[in-house]
Nanobody, 124 residues
């Protein structure tokens, strides 16, 4: 079992920045992928970004490419999502997720472990 805890959400003005953290505990997989997803009210949960903990390969949704950066600190079992140039349409609950191995899918239903989510609100 893997436990994931997100932190770092909050309220920020458009154009501002936030850094989200996803801390993993329990039976962690050093050879696994960590992803960030988000869900706005009334919308489907959507993929944002992911990283392979071994190797560091990354993947981004087109909507955040160039604005968001995912990184990891394997010694701390923590993955970060640096979000810059935030827009009101980035407002959502952000979740981190984990799956053994490498990034195989951006479909949220196929990821195995989930955190409780953290709210990000971007005001215009």
């Amino acid at each position: 079992q893997v436990q994931l805890v997100e932190s770092g959400g909050g309220l920020v003005q458009a154009g501002g920045s936030l850094r989200l953290s996803c801390a993993a505990s329990g039976r962690t997989f050093s050879n696994s992928a960590i992803g960030w997803f988000r869900q706005a009210p009334g919308k489907e949960r959507e993929f944002v970004s992911a990283i392979n903990l071994r190797g560091g390969s990354t993947l981004y949704a087109d909507s955040v490419k160039g604005r968001f950066t995912i990184s990891r600190d394997n010694a701390k079992n923590t993955v970060y999502l640096q979000m810059n140039s935030l827009k009101p349409e980035d407002t959502a609950v952000y979740y981190c997720a984990a799956e053994p191995g490498v990034i195989r899918t951006t479909t949220h239903q196929l990821w195995d472990y989930w955190g409780q989510g953290t709210q990000v609100t971007v005001s215009s």
